[in-house]
C-alpha cells in the first residue's frame, strides 16, 4: 500500500478486525495443509498397494471415496468460517465506528523498561507477523499490516506541514532518519538502553540530538513486503516529508539497521531515478549489520524448503508448505535484493548492485559473536544472521567507503551499542 493511501485509512479498530481476519485465514490454511498431509499419506499407501494386483482397484476406489469425504468436510469447515466472518465484519461495522481523528497516532514509549507491558508484546508480536506474513496482509488489507509511516517524538505523523509544525515545534534543519531491521518496529532502536546508557530512554536517536543536534525521525514498516517496493514507496514518502518538515532540512542522515539498509539503499536507487530531491540532502549513511551480499540464514531456509517439499512425506510436505509460505521481504534477504530486477530473476549471479547514492559518505557496520573479529568461527557465523563480508558493503563500491567490525556484538546488539554509536559520533563531526 502506498504511503498516502496508508496514512488515510483509518486506524481505530483496525487492529482488532485485522486479527479477527488472520484468525479466519489461519482456518482456512490450516484445512488446506491437512489437505497436503491426507495426499501425502495416500500417495505411501498407493505406492505400495499399486504394486499387488488383486487390491489396487479396491484401494483406489476406497482412496477416492475417501478423498471425496475428507474434501467435502474441508469444504464445509472453509464455507463455515467465511459466513462467520462476513456476520462478525457486519457486526463490527455497526459496534465499532471509525471516529479516530485523522494524521496523529500515539506510539508505544521508547524506553528500554517498557518490555514487560502488554503494548509492547502487542507492538513486537505484530512486527514479527509483518515479517511473516506480511506481504499477504498487505495484499488482504488487513489492518495488522504495519504499511509505513513516520515517527516523531511519541506519535506517528501522516506527513502535513500543520502536524509536523505542532508535534516538532522545535525542529532542527539536521535530520537523522531511523530505518529498522526485519521483524521489528522502530521500537527497537532502544533495546538495552538502561543495560547499554544507565537509562532506559537513552538512544541513538536521543544521543544524536544532545550531542550533534539533530532530530531524530524513525520509519515504521511493513518488513514483509519486497525490499523494492518498501525502497520505492520510501523514496516517494521522503520527498513528501522534505516539504512537510517544519523548517529547510539542510543535513539528512541515514541510519538503517540489517534490513533497513537494504531498504534505505534501494530508496536511494529509486529517488535518484525519479529525480527527487531529498538525495541532494543526505550526507551520510549508515548501514548496520545489513546483507548486502545476503544472509545465510535465509539461504539455509530456501535450501531447507526446497528439500522437504520434495520428500513425499506428510510431515515434510506440510512443513515445507508453512516454510515455502514465508513472505517475499524474507526471500529478498537471500542474495540483498534491491530492485525489482533482482527478485524477478532466478539467478543471484544476474543480480545487479543498486548504485551507491553518490557524493556522500557510506559507513559500512559488521559485528561478530567472537570477541576477536578476525576468528574463523567469528568470520564463518558473523553475528549469528549476517557475516561480516556481507555486511561490509555491496560487490562492487565504485568510490570508497568506510567499513568498521566489533568483536563480541551480536546483530540486534548493532542498534544500540556504545562502541557503535562512538563510530557514528566521529563520522559526525560538530559544526
Given at each position: 500500500m502506498a504511503p498516502a493511501e496508508d496514512e488515510k485509512r483509518p486506524r481505530r479498530f483496525a487492529k482488532l478486525r485485522g486479527l479477527k481476519a488472520l484468525i479466519h485465514d489461519t482456518v482456512d490454511a490450516t484445512t488446506r495443509l491437512v489437505d497436503v498431509g491426507h495426499e501425502s499419506a495416500s500417495r505411501g499407501v498407493r505406492r505400495v498397494t499399486d504394486r499387488v494386483d488383486p487390491i489396487r482397484k479396491p484401494a483406489r476406489f476406497v482412496d477416492d471415496v475417501r478423498r471425496l469425504s475428507t474434501r467435502s468436510v474441508l469444504w464445509t469447515i472453509r464455507a463455515v468460517n467465511r459466513v462467520v466472518e462476513l456476520l462478525t465484519d457486519t457486526a463490527l461495522e455497526v459496534a465499532l465506528p471509525e471516529n479516530e481523528p485523522e494524521?496523529?497516532?500515539?506510539?508505544?514509549?521508547?524506553?528500554?523498561?517498557?518490555?514487560?507491558?502488554?503494548?509492547?508484546?502487542?507492538?513486537a508480536a505484530i512486527g514479527l507477523l509483518n515479517a511473516a506474513v506480511g506481504d499477504t496482509l498487505e495484499a488482504q488489507g488487513n489492518g495488522l499490516d504495519m504499511g509505513m509511516v513516520f515517527r516523531a517524538r511519541d506519535q506517528y505523523l501522516a506527513l502535513e506541514p500543520a502536524l509536523w509544525a505542532e508535534f516538532v515545534p522545535n525542529a532542527s534543519p539536521k535530520v537523522a532518519l531511523f530505518v529498522?531491521?526485519?521483524?521489528?518496529?522502530?521500537?527497537?532502536?532502544?533495546?538495552?538502553a538502561e543495560a547499554y546508557h544507565g537509562d532506559p530512554a537513552v538512544c541513538f536517536g536521543a544521543?544524536?540530538?544532545?550531542?550533534?543536534?539533530?532530530?531524530?525521525?524513525?520509519?515504521?514498516?511493513?518488513?514483509?513486503?519486497?525490499?523494492?517496493?518498501?525502497g520505492r514507496d520510501l523514496a516517494m514518502a521522503l520527498e513528501r516529508f522534505v516539504a512537510a518538515y517544519p523548517v529547510p532540512i539542510e543535513d539528512l542522515a541515514l541510519i538503517g539497521h540489517s534490513m533497513g539498509g537494504l531498504v534505505l539503499r534501494s530508496a536511494a536507487h529509486y529517488g535518484l531515478e525519479a529525480g527527487h530531491g531529498w538525495t541532494r540532502l543526505v550526507r551520510r549513511a549508515f548501514y548496520l549489520g545489513s546483507p548486502h551480499q545476503g544472509a545465510p540464514l535465509a539461504q539455509l531456509g530456501h535450501s531447507v524448503t526446497g528439500i522437504l517439499e520434495a520428500v513425499d512425506h506428510?510431515?515434510?510436505?506440510?512443513?515445507?508448505?508453512?516454510?515455502?509460505?514465508?513472505?517475499?521481504?524474507?526471500?529478498?534477504?537471500?542474495?540483498?535484493?534491491?530492485?525489482?530486477?533482482?527478485?524477478l530473476t532466478a539467478d543471484p549471479r544476474a543480480m545487479g548492485d543498486a548504485a551507491l547514492l553518490p557524493g556522500i559518505e557510506h559507513h559500512f557496520v559488521s559485528a561478530t559473536v567472537t570477541e576477536d573479529p578476525e576468528h574463523p568461527l567469528g568470520a564463518w557465523i558473523g553475528d549469528l544472521l549476517v557475516r561480516g563480508t556481507s555486511a561490509g558493503g555491496p560487490r562492487e563500491a565504485r568510490f570508497p567507503i568506510e567499513t568498521q567490525r566489533y568483536g563480541g556484538v551480536m546483530h540486534h546488539q548493532l542498534q544500540n551499542h556504545p562502541g557503535v554509536y562512538a563510530q557514528l559520533l566521529l563520522a559526525i563531526p560538530e559544526d
Open positions: 494524521g496523529v497516532v500515539a506510539a508505544l514509549a521508547l524506553r528500554s523498561d517498557v518490555v514487560t507491558e502488554g503494548a509492547w508484546l502487542a507492538d529498522h531491521g526485519l521483524g521489528t518496529t522502530e521500537w527497537s532502536w532502544c533495546l538495552e544521543l544524536l540530538e544532545a550531542d550533534r543536534g539533530f532530530t531524530p525521525v524513525y520509519l515504521r514498516y511493513n518488513t514483509g513486503r519486497r525490499v523494492s517496493l518498501n506428510p510431515a515434510t510436505k506440510v512443513i515445507g508448505a508453512i516454510l515455502g509460505g514465508r513472505s517475499a521481504g524474507i526471500h529478498d534477504l537471500r542474495y540483498g535484493a534491491l530492485v525489482d530486477e533482482d527478485w
